[in-house]
């Protein structure tokens, strides 16, 4: 059996912290086998949606690579939603 190549497809999932329903994490898996993520705060306001990306240099967004062993530990404490 032929194996696939993943090199061309790219997976984003969200996922919500358990304790605190504001936090969330964005979590892209690349083709290559990296994975990357970012951390936010987002609070639903009447007027606007509010986004507070955590862990950001000089106030540009920016993912951080991480290992997938890393990375299923953190997401114990969250839950996946729905992009």
């Known amino acids: ?3 696939r190549s ?3 497809r ?6 919500q ?3 605190n329903e504001h936090k969330y994490i964005d979590v892209v898996h690349h083709g290559d086998g990296h994975y990357y993520i970012i951390q936010y705060i987002k609070h639903e ?3 606007r949606t509010v986004v507070n990306y955590m862990g950001t240099r000089c106030g540009h967004k ?7 062993g890393t990375l ?11 992009a």
């Open 17 to 19: 912290n358990i304790r």
């Open 45 to 47: 306001l009447p007027e």
């Open 62 to 68: 920016q993912k951080f690579r991480i290992g997938k």
């Open 10 to 15: 790219t997976e984003k999932a969200t996922y």
């Open 6 to 8: 993943r090199a061309n």
């Open 72 to 82: 299923l530990s953190i997401l114990e404490d969250y839950r996946k939603v729905e």
């Open 1 to 3: 059996m032929a194996k």
